[in-house]
């Protein structure tokens, strides 16, 4: 039998539109690493609160393996990104409801080491600006 996928990204995207549909602010918990790409001044003990409304991050990708999107960090546009198995918890801003995950930092480095060359594939992928006179 093959081993089923997580079912964690779809609890995400789930959350987030629930939180989206009924007029809440989805936050987003996540523990940082080298292989999250976040304002690094906003890091505080290895984790960052991410929040994922409309109004606050653009080009929103909640994919199976990665989050992406972009947004202001102290008024500079920023690119986050955040692999799915970093996430620690997505929940409401006004009333805290939501789902928490379990993490284990030494699993994340792990998986980190296997699968290396999948984690660039994202980075390399993505759309870039190009200067056209």
């Known amino acids: 039998m093959s081993e089923v996928p997580s079912n964690k990204p779809y609890l995400i995207r789930a959350l987030h539109q629930w939180c989206t549909d009924f007029g809440f602010t ?8 080298s292989s999250v790409e976040v304002p690094m001044e906003f ?10 409304s409309l109004e606050a991050c653009h080009q929103l990708n ?12 102290g ?6 990104m955040v692999p799915v198995s970093h996430v620690l918890a997505i929940y409401a801003r006004e009333n805290g409801q ?19 060359d999948e984690a660039e594939k994202p980075k390399s992928t993505r759309p870039s600006l190009t200067i056209v006179k």
């Open 26 to 33: 989805p936050f987003m918990a996540v523990f940082v690493d």
């Open 43 to 52: 890091v505080k003990n290895d984790e960052i609160v991410l929040n994922l």
């Open 62 to 73: 909640l994919d199976n393996d990665w989050i992406s999107f972009q947004a202001r960090f």
């Open 75 to 80: 008024g500079v546009p920023r690119k986050i």
């Open 98 to 116: 939501g789902m928490s995950f379990p993490f284990d930092p030494t699993q994340a480095n792990k998986q980190k080491e296997v699968t290396a």
